[in-house]
């Protein structure tokens, strides 16, 4: 492939590396640093032995100094090609400050000593949900632990498993203005290397701010609970806001060649501020709707108690009588508090 061809190919999708056999190469390159070893010693008594009896070593010179550059220069160098990789993992390789290609698949390989491995994520430290979140720090800065420095070694592979990005709850207005304090949780992997090391500077950290830009979108859209029938809202419509949020946050970071396998709000709660006020008029409604409930079933069973006094014709009441029968029963029913039962022993009338 041409460099014009690498060139363009750089930012959009990947170019996958064949490497050579590590385990062959290692093998090879050992036997090679010791025979060259071995002709550097032999070179070196013969260039002596010839020397003592005035005989020309030229040609015994030459061979030392190819012993000795294999040995010590061409060989160690070639060690450095080797690379390891576990399942799910990558290295994006530049050669010279040029994409080289992306190295995939679990095993032992060799590559071109001169490629360097880019990774722009490594040298930080993941917060505790395992993922980059707003708590991480590059990894220059010292981990004190029992009074000594340790410091995180920076790991040049790119995992391609999925993972876990969990931020910060944040304070946010719903479509109403009531402030809420959400948190999400995001699966996600990196499905292009090319695009997640050359296109942003961290992915890591352009996932964690797209993330955040997007949730603030998404719950802007929507009150934190339903006024209406078949209103979404951030409680009652989880799901279909889940969805959502993943569309939206899959739009922003197309560009960094990641993929959000999942979006799922974890923590959903009014700001501390009007929570006092929100818990009165929650409790409120839920006592409207239930002496709603219970004013429709009085009335009901008034109706029915009076038809069946009717139907039977165990006792006839005039309208007067109808209404002070209705009263005295809806009272019982809507009633707190159990009634009090006063026995009339005289007439109706």
Not at 32 to 59: C, D, H, K, R, W
Not at 310 to 318: A, C, G, Q, Y
Request: with cysteine; aromatic share 6%; hydrophobic share 45%.
């Amino acid at each position: 492939m041409s460099n014009e061809e690498r060139n363009g190919k750089m930012h959009n999708e990947e170019i996958d590396l064949k490497a050579g056999s590590g385990m062959m190469m290692l093998v090879v390159n050992i036997l090679l640093v010791l025979a060259g070893v071995a002709l550097f010693v032999i070179s070196i008594v013969q260039n002596v032995n010839l020397y003592e009896n005035g005989e020309p070593y030229t040609l015994w010179v030459l061979l030392t100094v190819a012993g000795a550059l294999y040995s010590f220069a061409i060989g160690p160098m070639l060690f450095v090609g080797l690379k390891t990789l576990k399942p799910n993992e990558a290295y994006v390789l530049t050669l010279f400050g040029r994409y080289y290609g992306t190295l995939k698949g679990a095993g032992f390989f060799w590559v071109n000593p001169f490629c360097v491995a880019v990774n722009p994520a490594a040298g930080k430290v993941a917060t505790s949900s395992g993922a980059m979140g707003t708590g991480e720090r590059p990894a220059t800065e010292a981990v004190k632990s029992m009074g000594s420095n340790q410091f995180t070694l920076a790991n040049k592979r790119i995992s391609l498993k999925a993972m876990t990005l969990n931020n910060d709850k944040q304070k946010i207005n719903d479509q109403l203005g009531n402030p809420v304090i959400i948190g999400i949780v995001v699966i996600w992997k990196v499905v292009n290397t090319a695009k997640a090391v050359f296109s942003v500077d961290n992915f890591k950290e352009f996932l964690s701010i797209q993330c955040d830009s997007a949730l603030r979108d998404i719950v802007s859209l929507y009150p934190y609970d339903s006024t209406e029938d078949n209103e979404k809202s951030l409680r009652g419509s989880s799901i279909e806001i889940a969805a959502k949020l993943r569309d939206e946050i899959q739009n922003k970071v197309e560009a960094a060649g990641l993929e959000i396998v999942e979006a799922r709000i974890t923590h959903l709660s009014y700001a501390q501020e009007i929570a006092a006020a929100m818990l009165q008029r929650q409790q409120a409604s839920a006592i409207v709707d239930a002496r709603q409930m219970i004013v429709e079933g009085a009335v009901g069973m008034v109706e029915m108690a009076l038809a069946k006094l009717s139907e039977n014709d165990i006792v006839k009441l005039d309208e007067e009588r109808k209404a002070a029968m209705v009263s005295n029963l809806l009272v019982v029913l809507c009633g707190n508090r159990d009634a009090q039962p006063v026995v009339n022993s005289g007439s109706l009338y």
